[in-house]
Structures are given as structure tokens and as C-alpha cells.
């Protein structure tokens, strides 16, 4: 399962933050040093047919469909995963046009929110956003909502939702469903065709480790994608697009869904990516991410009692990052990179830290949990340096 020569990752720094940026991939770097030189110097335009460079967005689709629990022909790569939640929400409004209810999470991902709002405007319709704690959606799936839009686990507590019970509770009042699958991808079995769902998308840069900027995928259950028009209607998503026609026509299911020009360095590296994930048992590593995750939470528990868990301890019901709540999370997540252990912060004042057990073992954690006792019993963190946000955090 430890595949940590798979990854450049630097010396002595203990890495927790897969779950907002993968660390690179050696084989990432050959492959884009070799998709630059082999192919965009050598081949110049030539290389959209005869490197494949067209194809790539179904062909990375196709290695993605399996980590998530999809079939071959039903996942497309490109654009970014807010434009692939706008296109999801999108369709979804558009196959239950008598609906005006889009049903979601208070606390899901800003974008996510962002995005359905933008939509709404845009199409003056009088839709309405509906979002909710979590333990409230169930009873508000009523025959008004035309799609449940849910991030699976939830990218600050690690919380994770129930897929396939309350995509079938959707469908029981005829409602669609929509999943942000951020942080399920690459770390946990997603089941996206025997939970029946709908629409789903994710990024590839955080556990599939595919670089900053890689592209997002995009799920559209088969029957959906054969009758949904969609409204970003780009001249790759046409059936023609080397015809250019001035009129839309959507290409065959999941090809309409393409927008513009795939990113074609980028996807080198995912492809690169990918390959670290042939042969590995997502479910074996979920459960080996929890027990690291317990055993991290356990240590920073002893050395910091005043850290509240954010995080559910039902293995089942949650993710591979564990959250905690402090008034000085800011500064302590600060404090701690720089002893080498990186994790990141979330407004207002939560630690996060990502298990990733593809490049992390119990060796690691017990180090992180070492600097982090440097961290506390020595007050590290109360540096004015410290005080500061960073742009991203
Ligand atoms: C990371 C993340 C995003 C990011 O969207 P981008 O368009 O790739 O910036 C969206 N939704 C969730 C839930 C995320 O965790």
C-alpha cells in the first residue's frame, strides 16, 4: 500500500494536506517533461491527433470511472470543479423543470453555494437555494426539490454523507442528485452507479494528485446524459465540432459535456498520476487512513487537551482528514509547518490535516505528533509572525 517512492516529496517534511494538493508524482515529471518535448515541441498542432491529445479528456475519464465506482463512457475530464457543479446543477434544473428547489448543505463548499446562486440569477426562473445543517436534509426532500446537491465529506469536519441512502431518498420524491465528490475521490470507494446518482464531480488535484490547476471530472448517469441540453454549451461539446457549425448540436452523452480545450500539460501529469493507483484497494485504504488518522488524533489529544474533534469517529461516516476546532488553530497550523508537519487552516479556527496513506505511515504520524508537542509545550505558535493570514491558508 506505501507507495512513498512513487512521490518527490522533500525530505524530512511530514506531509498532511494531500486532501487540498497531492504531492507530485515522479512520474509526473518525466511524463510533462516528455508531453512537452516528445510532443508540443515535435509535433506542434499535429499533436491533437497524433498524440491523443483530443481524446484525453474521456481517456483519463475512463481511469477515473473505477475510483469511483462508475462505468467505462461515463466520465469526462476538463474545466474546473466549480464550472462541473454550475454544469451539474444546470442539468439537473433543466430535467425537473417544474422544481424550483435546489436542496444542499449550510457549510458546503463556498464555490458550491456560489455557483447555484449564480445560476439561479442567471436563469430568473425563481429558483431557490435550500441549504441546511445536515441532519435536516432528509425531512426537507420534498416534491419541490428538483436536485440534492451534497459535497460527500465535508471538506472541514471530514464528515461524510450517507450516498446511497439519501440518493434514494431523493429519488423517492422524484428529486435529483448532484455529488461534489472533492474529497472522496482517490481516498475512499465511491459507488456512483450502484448508489444510482445522478450527477457527480470532483477535482483531481487533492487525493488523485494531478498538480495545481488539474482539471475536474464529471459524471453524468447515461440516461441523463442522452437528453440533457447543456447550458455551457461549448464547441467541444458539440457532435461536430470540426464542422463549426453556428448552431449547438450536443455530441453523444458524456462528449457534450465537454467545454473548451482540455488542458493538455496537465492532464500529462494526471495520467502520470494515475498509474499509482493501478492495483491499489480504495476501500483497504480508507481503513488504513482511519487508523492513522485515530492515531494522529489521539497524540495531538494527549498534547493539546483543548483541541475539540470535529470529526464523526464512525469509520463509515467520514473521510480521510481529521478536523479539530481551537482559538489558535491559525498560528498552531503555522507553527507546525514550519517543524516540517504541514497541514493547513480553515476559517474560523480549524486545524485540518490530511491522511493520505499512499506516502504516510504510523512512523510519520508519531513524528507529527512529537513536533507538535515541540509546538505546544514550547509556544511556538505564539510568534506574531504567526498572526498573520497568508493568503491561502
Ligand atoms: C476543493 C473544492 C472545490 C474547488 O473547486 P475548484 O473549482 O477546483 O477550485 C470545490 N468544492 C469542494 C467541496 C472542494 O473541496
Known amino acids: 500500500m506505501l507507495r512513498r517512492d512513487a512521490f518527490d516529496l522533500p525530505e524530512g517534511v511530514i506531509y498532511l494536506d494531500g486532501n487540498s494538493l497531492g504531492p507530485l508524482p515522479r512520474r509526473a515529471e518525466a511524463a510533462v517533461a516528455r508531453a512537452m518535448q516528445a510532443e508540443w515541441g515535435a509535433m506542434l498542432i499535429r499533436g491533437w491527433n497524433e498524440a491523443g491529445w483530443m481524446d484525453q479528456p474521456d481517456r483519463l475519464g475512463d481511469r477515473i470511472a473505477p475510483l ?12 474546473t470543479l ?31 453555494l456560489y455557483m447555484a446562486q449564480g445560476l439561479i440569477d442567471a436563469l430568473g426562473q425563481g429558483h431557490v437555494l435550500r441549504a441546511l445543517p445536515a441532519t435536516e ?34 429519488h423517492g420524491v422524484g428529486a435529483l442528485t448532484l455529488w461534489d465528490l472533492a474529497h472522496s475521490a482517490g481516498a475512499l470507494p465511491v459507488a456512483l452507479t450502484r448508489c444510482n446518482a445522478d450527477f457527480a464531480a470532483g477535482c483531481t488535484y487533492k487525493y488523485l494528485n494531478g498538480g495545481p490547476g488539474a482539471p475536474a471530472f464529471f459524471y453524468a448517469r447515461p440516461d ?23 448552431d449547438y448540436a450536443p455530441g453523444p452523452g458524456r462528449a457534450r459535456f465537454r467545454i473548451g480545450t482540455p488542458p493538455v500539460l496537465q492532464m500529462a501529469a494526471l495520467d502520470a498520476a494515475l498509474d499509482i493507483f493501478d492495483g491499489v484497494d480504495i476501500a483497504a485504504l480508507h481503513a488504513r487512513a482511519i487508523v492513522l488518522a485515530d492515531r494522529l488524533a489521539t497524540g495531538f489529544e494527549a498534547v493539546c487537551p483543548d483541541l475539540r474533534r470535529l470529526t464523526p469517529m464512525d469509520p463509515a461516516r467520514r473521510g480521510s482528514q481529521i478536523a479539530f476546532a481551537h482559538p489558535n488553530g491559525y498560528a498552531m497550523v503555522q507553527a507546525l509547518i514550519a517543524q516540517g508537519v504541514i497541514g493547513d487552516f480553515r476559517a474560523p ?25 515541540q509546538v505546544i509545550e514550547g509556544r511556538l505558535w505564539d510568534d506574531p509572525a504567526y498572526r498573520t493570514r497568508n493568503k491561502v491558508t
Open 349 to 373: 479556527d480549524i486545524l485540518r490535516f490530511g491522511l493520505t496513506p499512499l506516502y504516510l505511515d504510523a512512523g510519520d504520524i508519531d513524528t507529527a505528533i512529537e513536533r507538535f508537542a
Open 224 to 246: 441523463h446524459s442522452e437528453i440533457t441540453r447543456p447550458i455551457l454549451a461549448g464547441w467541444l461539446g458539440h457532435a461536430a465540432p470540426f464542422d463549426f457549425a453556428p
Open 137 to 170: 436534509i432528509p425531512a426537507a426532500l420534498t416534491d419541490e426539490v428538483a436536485v440534492l446537491m451534497l459535497t460527500e465529506v465535508d471538506y472541514r469536519s471530514g464528515a461524510r454523507h450517507d450516498m446511497a441512502a439519501l440518493t434514494a431518498q431523493a
Open 82 to 112: 466549480s464550472i462541473r457543479v454550475f454544469q451539474g446543477l444546470a442539468a439537473a434544473l433543466s430535467l425537473r423543470p417544474g422544481r424550483k428547489v435546489i436542496l444542499t448543505e449550510a457549510g458546503n463548499f463556498p464555490s458550491d
Open 68 to 79: 469511483i465506482g462508475a462505468a467505462p463512457g461515463t466520465v469526462t475530464v476538463g474545466e
